[in-house]
Nanobody
């Protein structure tokens, strides 16, 4: 079994910053990818950023230049540094791990609320 725990959400003013963290623990042989998704009220969940084996990253256009995804494989942890936050970034943020143990499966965090408001 694999457990995934997120932390770091909260309330921030427009233009502010937040850092999200997410750690996986349990039966983990290898991590193929780590990602952050978000879901705003009334909208579908969208992929925000992903980091794959080899440290290649991809971002949704709306966060490019403002958000940075990074991973620490030794700690089974993924981070999302969010700068220059906008009200439209308000959403529940979910982390996702693609893990081999040895079969390849996807595991999700519980979600953390990010609210950008003055």
């Amino acid at each position: 079994q694999v457990q995934v725990v997120e932390s770091g959400g909260g309330l921030v003013q427009p233009g502010g910053s937040l850092r999200l963290s997410c750690t996986a623990s349990g039966r983990i042989f290898s991590i193929y990818a780590m990602a952050w998704h978000r879901q705003a009220p009334g909208k579908q969940r969208e992929l925000v950023a992903i980091i794959r084996t080899g440290a290649t990253t991809t971002y949704v256009d709306s966060v490019k230049g403002r958000f940075t995804i990074s991973g620490d494989n030794a700690k089974n942890t993924v981070y999302l540094q969010m700068n220059s936050l906008k009200p439209e970034d308000t959403a529940v943020y979910y982390c996702q791990f693609t893990i081999g143990n040895p079969t390849v499966s996807t595991y999700w965090g519980q979600g953390t609320q990010v609210t950008v408001s003055s």
